[in-house]
């Protein structure tokens, strides 16, 4: 149980640091540097991938810390192995912090801001997979694990981490289907893509 919830550990922390990237958007705004940075002779789309882009990095130094203690519970990480990690922390990072920062951009107080957060953030990681395998699970709540972006950036370091099989219990089936890693990754980029288009978007309309 403690190999199978080491990675579950490392998506965690990723998600909830990159997650929280939009609070430095609702600080900014509070405190009137927001329109400042709006009113400069940049894109303000360029604002919104630098915020996610801050998050993504901050949320992947986070999730190495995690990473480095991989030893002390006997899982040994080949060098193409960890690389790999790296590459599906930096995919969930991304993806959870152009949620966060969109999500920010139409939020106006500190408040409601962390109101949202926790009210998406915890059922967003617990139902991704974090504790539990995501198979054999009631039919409403296999419903919510599958609907849940979470869930595919989690799986994959599992399955890279712990090794697959076609019996593995790591996988996800969708539609008859089990989703391999990089199926798994098809859906984090897409997601991905289209939060930080939405929030590039947003922050253009900004006032």
Known sequence: FTKFIFPGIIGMTVLMSSFMAGMSVVWDREFGFLKEVLVAPISRASVAVGKMCGSATLALLQGIIILLFAPLIGISLPVVTVLS???????????????????????????????????????????????????????????????????YGITPIRQVMLGTTPDSPFGINLFGHTMSVWDNVAVMVVFGAVMILLAMRSFSSQE
């Open 85 to 151: 990690l790296l590459l599906l922390m930096i995919l969930l990072a991304a993806s959870m912090g152009s949620l966060g920062v969109l999500i920010a951009s139409r939020i106006k107080s500190m408040q409601a801001f962390q109101a949202v957060m926790q009210m998406l953030m915890f059922p967003m990681m617990f139902l991704s997979g974090v504790f539990f395998p995501v198979e054999g699970l009631p039919a409403w709540m296999n419903v919510l694990v599958k609907i849940n972006p979470a869930t």
